[in-house]
């Protein structure tokens, strides 16, 4: 089913024709809730015990050239590493998410994770409270995570490159790794064609 969303400006699929639970367009973004031992990652250690691939994420084709790309994420956390995410996809061997996350320690966290073969993950910083702004934006051929407490200053995440060419698929993703499932609200969608001239000073 092809999903158009206020603000943005390319149509969105299921992909894989994997769909929550739940899930809703709202008049200000969409809700998706998140099925029970869902994820996405690729243990890095041994790739034979990845997470199971079978998180929901809808996306859609991404336009070419530079551009920011952003939402404001709240969580019903229940379970650990139950998140929303922004996510990017260059192939099923090639992708990221900027994840707002259910830590071990019952915190909401920013994390990030680029997957080429193999997953890393990186921990940020923990949020007060079960809201959060995130912002993935594109320069040339590379990526910029962002994340934001009140949606207007943006601190850096990480910058990285996926290491292939060809189309960008770009949107969101809802997981629940341990738990039976958590609702994601993303509000406050917005799309610009434009480059990020600094990317550490606020902007």
């Given at each position: 089913m092809t999903v158009?969303?206020?603000?943005?400006?390319?149509?969105?699929d299921w992909e894989d024709g994997v769909e929550p639970p739940r899930w809703r367009v709202t008049d200000t973004g969409l809700e998706a809730t998140a099925g029970p031992k869902t994820d996405w990652y690729v243990y890095a250690p041994d790739p034979a015990q990845c997470a199971p691939a079978n998180g929901a994420r809808l996306l859609g084709a991404a336009p070419d050239g530079d551009w920011q790309f952003s939402a404001r994420i709240t969580v019903g956390f229940n379970g650990t590493y139950d998140a929303g995410t922004l996510f990017l996809l260059a192939d099923e061997d090639h992708w990221s998410k900027?994840?707002?996350?259910?830590?071990?320690d019952a915190q909401g966290m920013?994390?990030?994770v680029v997957t080429r073969g193999t997953s890393d993950d990186a921990n940020a910083?923990?949020?007060?409270?079960?809201?959060v702004w995130m912002r993935v934006t594109r320069l040339g051929?590379?990526?910029v995570f962002h994340s934001s407490n009140d949606g207007r200053r943006?601190?850096?995440?990480?910058s990285f490159g996926f290491g292939v060419d060809g189309p960008i698929k770009a949107g969101f993703g809802v997981q629940a790794p341990e738990g039976e499932g958590c609702?994601?609200?993303?509000?406050?969608?917005?799309?610009k064609r434009e480059t990020l001239r600094e990317l550490r000073d606020g902007s």
């Open positions: 158009n969303l206020p603000g943005l400006p390319f149509p969105l900027l994840c707002f996350e259910y830590s071990p920013v994390v990030s910083w923990t949020v007060e409270g079960d809201t051929q590379g990526f943006w601190e850096f995440v990480r609702t994601v609200q993303f509000n406050d969608i917005e799309f």
